[in-house]
């Protein structure tokens, strides 16, 4: 019998020194949650544990290349890629809500969305499936999976999508598949145990993992399990989920208990495992936390809350750490990575190194943009390469618009409260508020 408990710690931060802008009023909230010791194999140590806190210049006469801006038609991964890495978004850059819906649901709506040929898909706490047309605006279907018994059940839905079809598993342990504009289920299938991870998706394969860190690799056309890996299980969950992201010859998955596997995809054997987390005492304080897995080239890239480390995806070999913590995601562009350190320093790093091309501290960033000397830590959601620039998402529903160099540019606000992941479609933002409203910029 397994014991679950769940350790909720919620931290309100609100200050404000400057009522015009109000850019350091945040409130911020942390689910941590138990864990057990670890089992005794290959572990990556890193030799440096402090919080990454130094200022670096940029070097005079550094010149980035980055990659074209692109312009999505759809965004059918809630990372958008199989990677896990997101492109150099194109943006008009207006910033004004040019469209808002109607309340989408009186549920609490998931906050990944979905967007493909102008429909917006999304889930609330019900299990209930929305549709959302773009062209018409209005709900063109909805669908709920579940029976009377559940309905007390609050619903926790990652899905995926792939041309008409919708691919969902659930914290139940139900899999199915729904034709988005049929509003029919495909097929459905029954598991034991709760899932627990995203989904990928291949021509003819479906991968996910449950909350005891299986992993399935599923038929896409029935549902019928192809092969289950297990492997190493934590009793104590918290808020990192089991992550997984794709390549052309492998899928890598992240586990909860810190462990890295490098599955082929031709025959669904293990090529290596190594275990990343470099802290065998576990307890409350020091629970596993990662951003999702990301892929570029030859390399495995995790920000975790004790480093970032980047590994070579042919071998599970560690190229480097840097003694950095995040779990905020990195963005990767070309050969550079831009992060959001702990203590909210925006740093870059060349990836072939891994040397360090800059680091400056936001928080003191905004002051002397504002012109005060009161600096206060903002809390920040995400960020995304755009139009060139760093994009910095905070939890207040600012943004801070940085160039590639690292120097603020400018700041604004949203008029509406972020509340799921951004899409980029069509030189638009778009994203769900926290009145279960679609919003979108431009």
């Known amino acids: ?26 409130i ?3 689910e941590n949650e138990q864990n057990i010791n670890f089992k005794d194999f290959k572990n990556i140590n890193v030799t440096n544990q402090n919080k990454f806190n130094k200022t670096i210049k940029i070097k005079k006469n550094f010149k980035f290349i980055l990659s074209a801006q692109e312009n999505p038609q759809d965004w059918v991964d809630f990372y958008y890629s199989p990677n896990n890495n997101y492109i150099n978004f194109q943006y008009k850059d207006k910033n004004k809500i040019s469209f808002q819906s109607t309340r989408l649901s009186r549920k609490k709506l998931s906050k990944n969305i979905l967007f493909k040929n102008n429909l917006l898909i999304t889930t609330n706490t019900s299990g209930e499936i929305i549709i959302y047309s773009l062209e018409k605006k209005k709900i063109i279907n909805k669908y709920n999976f ?15 999508l792939n041309n008409n079809t919708l691919y969902l598993s659930d914290n ?24 627990r991870s995203n989904l990928k998706l291949t021509k003819k394969e479906l991968f996910l993992a449950d909350q005891s860190n299986n992993l399935f690799i599923v038929n896409i056309q029935n549902g019928e399990i192809i092969r289950k890996i297990p492997t190493e299980e934590t009793l104590i969950k918290n808020n990192f989920i089991n992550n997984l992201s794709l390549d052309d010859d492998n899928l890598y998955f992240l586990n909860t208990f810190g462990s890295l596997y490098s599955i082929n995809r031709k025959n669904y054997r293990i090529n290596w495992f190594v275990n990343i987390n470099p802290l065998l005492d576990i307890n409350i304080d020091n629970l596993f936390i ?11 890239i995790i920000s975790t809350n004790n480093s970032l480390r980047v590994l070579n995806s042919e071998n599970g070999s560690t190229r480097y750490t840097v003694p950095i913590q995040s779990t905020i995601s990195p963005i990767i562009n070309n050969r550079y990575l831009f992060i959001i350190s702990e ?9 072939a190194t891994g040397k360090l091309i800059y680091s400056y501290q936001i928080d003191n960033a905004i002051a002397q943009f504002l012109k005060t000397n009161i600096k ?10 755009v139009n060139d620039q760093i994009f910095i998402f905070l939890e207040n529903s600012f943004v801070l618009k940085f160039d590639i160099f690292g120097e603020i540019k400018d700041t604004f606000k949203l008029q509406k409260r972020i509340n799921s992941n951004l899409a980029f479609i069509n030189s638009s933002m778009l994203y769900v508020n926290n009145k279960n409203k679609l919003i979108l910029l431009n």
């Open 172 to 195: 139940i342990g139900y899999l199915y598949a729904y034709n988005i504009l049929e509003n029919k289920i495909i097929w459905a299938k029954k598991f034991d145990i709760p899932f």
């Open 376 to 385: 206060n830590k903002v809390n920040v959601n995400f960020l995304r390469i």
């Open 290 to 300: 990662s951003s999702e897995l990301k892929i570029v080239g030859k390399n495995l």
């Open 343 to 351: 203590n909210n320093f925006l740093i870059s790093i060349d990836i």
């Open 28 to 30: 911020s909230e942390t």
């Open 146 to 160: 579940y029976k009377n018994k559940f309905k007390h059940i609050k619903k926790n839905l990652n899905y995926i």
């Open 1 to 26: 019998m397994k014991l679950f408990y769940v350790l909720i710690i919620l931290f309100l931060n609100n200050c404000s020194f400057d009522n015009k802008t109000s850019i350091w009023k945040n």
